[in-house]
């Protein structure tokens, strides 16, 4: 059965920031099904789909504005973090999709979500940015664009549109195994050419502080790891892979950003208190 899935969007009115269901610190409430959607259980379109009418994603040059990308955010009664930049994410875990029920309605960005096209919700890239998304079970990979945030239900780490999950061969299933990797394009941040684009994202232009918990070779070891921390923090939690001078592969364990020296000092006592060595600050 097709799970049930929550979805939440955050647009830009001039230079005012407004969520769907607004309170302080940037809270982002999952809509309730009887609210603005006509159909309480999200599913696939009854009309099969051409492959062939699907466009492919080309990433190009990314302008962001404060649209989607206030942080941190709050989703029933969790708080999110937007990371600084895409630059080396890597991540591995669970794909779901969304598709009928959210067909129509706006993204967190302020676009217009089709299901017919191949885009993407991330609880914490910034938006808009590129990944490169592989099925683990079939080989299968895309390059989706982020423009929405989610899925804010049990250990997922992205929603694809139902196009997306077409093309990588689960659709029938509503969830799989993927890999995500960024895609960068070598761009300067820009502003857009309309009011909401007046206020630039400051967090994305200046240098941010992360605490690297470790270095791994074996991927499945960062990402145990990984998993470990997430449970013990509120901060992203992410993996940033890197070629060393040998022409190795490090995947190095992060947390961040962390902008307070107190909250710094609580998660190194923590992960110290829980023997997972001693975390160390990083800026790159």
Known sequence: MKRQIFRCQVFILGAIGFVACSSNQNPIEA???????????????????????????????????????????EVLGKTYHVLPTEAGYSQRGVASWYGEKFHGHKTSNGEIFSMYEVSAAHKSLPIPSFLKVTNLDNNRSIVVRVNDRGPFHGDRIIDLSYAAAVKLGYAHRGTTRVQLDAVIVN????????????????ILKSPEIFLQVGAFSDIRSAESVSNKLRKMTTRPVFIRSIKNSKDDILHRVRIGPVDDSNEIQQITQRLIAAKMGKPYTVSD
């Open 31 to 73: 809509p309730s099904d009887n609210s603005r959607y006509s159909i309480e259980q999200d599913r696939a379109p009854t009309r099969p789909m051409d492959l062939t009418s699907v466009p492919e994603v080309v990433p190009g040059p990314v302008r962001r504005t404060l649209a989607g990308n206030r942080s941190p955010y």
């Open 187 to 202: 761009e300067p941040v820009g502003k857009e050419d309309h009011p909401a684009s007046k206020e630039i994202l400051g």
